[in-house]
């Protein structure tokens, strides 16, 4: 380094008008590996406002830090001198930093006109620091994968050790190392982070001199990932077939509409994590768990089950299982079904003693292994069915008494047992009026034959209206009302009684009710979901609001109820009307 000068502080003036001055010149030269700076000092003296020099023993002192040089020396001093100098080692600090003072003085020599008179002073100055303890760097890194972390050291003779620390988890990374070193966080350390896939943990580097003398250490965090392998374990993952048609189970076969599936799997989380969902997922559906039997399979083709499983970190594993052949299936189609009056050679007479039966049907294959079989049955319109006979369409059969007349059912049924029937009412032979044995019955267009009933098959016109529908069945309960009508239009009605309602729960500007009511089941299963209609009111005349929270064919469903103010332990009437069809 260059000198660094201090300028002493002069001395009082001599007789002769003559000063003294001084300055100390300084530089230092630093020991990275020893942590200290060897100090070099010297003290130089001039006489100022004088032409002529002095001579005789000149008294010093030179201090760096806490340590001086100090006695006399015999010099001729006019222009700058030197008076001594010294060197001295200094220990910087633990953080490679040091700060000195410097301090001068010389006094001019005795029996001279400089006698007693002193310049002086002092000064203190920061060393250059000494790099102490290395630095590292790196990036995040990854459980079972090898990662570097870079070294920076301020001396070829540093040494480190590298450490880490992971939740409960610590150890040594390395020793020796000088510039850089490779680590493979071990997987092991994801059994601190159950619940994540990331963590953060420590990393220390501590710095060594040659001589093994522990510098200094710094600390770095660090993010650990769990490997993107790193999923739920999933074994042992098996899927059977279950037919409980006997027949099905016999083909070995999956069919759509008849089979389930039953499926089991050892399911388990890895290094720390737990099972948060689990189930089998076969098409579009999905049964949760390790293992049990799914619904009837609903769609036709090619599936392949698998087990899925997430864990507790959101990791996801899949196991399929093999591919299954869902065979298509439906209940038998019937294309062509009547009944009709005819003669012995199939000829159609309305006064027939004969039937001509007639039924075309279909069926799904199943890979070839289905057939339907064709049968009949009959019973007089106000009698007792007949055991079911063996069909071929187009047959001819005896026994129709013209005058009564019968209700015939054609059925198709498949191998695995599905039917689809039709009836068909064979009326009595037309005539224009009947009047029925006994008189108690009469019918137009057909004959009679009950007591105390006038039928009619042709439709009816009263007071010029015609008669389109009319009320087949009327009906009621402890809870609903309801009518059936010839059309298939069924309607059903009540009033439902809500106690001890507490509307306190706010919504908007209203206030819901803290539990909903129902469903009530309706007295009769619609084919399809009716359309309904929710009134609500309190005996004392108070406004209630209700909102339905979607019917079925079978019940009313869910309601809440609001009111425009918080009210607590009222009793609400709900009036409940349904419409749709019975048949």
Sequence with gaps: ??????????????????????????TSEKDVASNKSAVTATLYVAKENSTA???????????IGNQTVSGSVQLTVLDWTTVATTTIPVDHDADGTKS?????????????????????????????????????????????????????????????TILYTFGSASGTIASGVSTSCAWTPPLTLASKIPNSTSGTGGITLRTYNASGTLIGENVYAVTIYVPDDMVP??????????????????????????????????????????????????????????SGQ??????????????YARDSRGRIARSLGEKITVCDYAAPTITDASAARCDENGTARDDGTFLKLTLAASCTSVGERNSVSLRWRYKPASGTLSGWSALSSGSVVSGFDAAASYVVELSAIDSLGSEKSVSATVPTANVAFHLKDGGLGAAFGKYAEQDNLLESVWPLKIQGNMLNDFVVETGGNAYWSWRKWASGVAECWRVRSCGNVSCTVPWGVFYESTSAYGPDAYPFAFTAVPAQMMFA?????????VEPGGNSAASTGSWWLYRPVSTAGITAYVSIYAIGKWK
């Design 100 to 160: 000195v003072s410097f301090y001068g003085s010389v006094t001019g020599p005795s029996g001279t006109a400089y006698a007693g008179l002193t310049t002086s002073g002092s000064k203190t100055f920061d060393l250059a620091a000494i790099p102490r303890a290395s630095t590292a760097s790196f990036g995040s890194f990854t459980m079972d994968q090898e990662g570097t972390i870079s070294i920076n050291r301020a001396d070829s003779s540093f040494t480190h």
């Design 537 to 545: 009111g309190m005996s004392s005349g108070g406004v209630v609001f």
């Design 1 to 26: 380094m260059d000198p660094v000068i201090i300028t002493l502080n002069k001395s009082s003036t001599s007789p002769g008008d003559g000063v003294l001055i001084g300055k100390i010149e300084w």
């Design 53 to 63: 020099a002095t001579k005789g023993n000149w008294s010093y002192a030179l201090s």
């Design 233 to 290: 374990t999933i074994s042992d993952f098996s899927v059977a077939l279950v037919n409980p048609n006997t027949v099905a189970n016999g083909w070995g076969v999956a069919i759509k509409g008849l089979t389930k599936l039953s499926w089991s799997a050892a399911v388990s989380g890895v290094y720390g994590s737990t099972i948060a969902e689990q189930c089998l997922v076969s098409g579009y559906s999905e049964w949760t768990g390790s």
């Design 294 to 307: 799914t619904g009837f399979l609903q769609t036709a083709g090619t599936i392949q089950p698998y087990q």
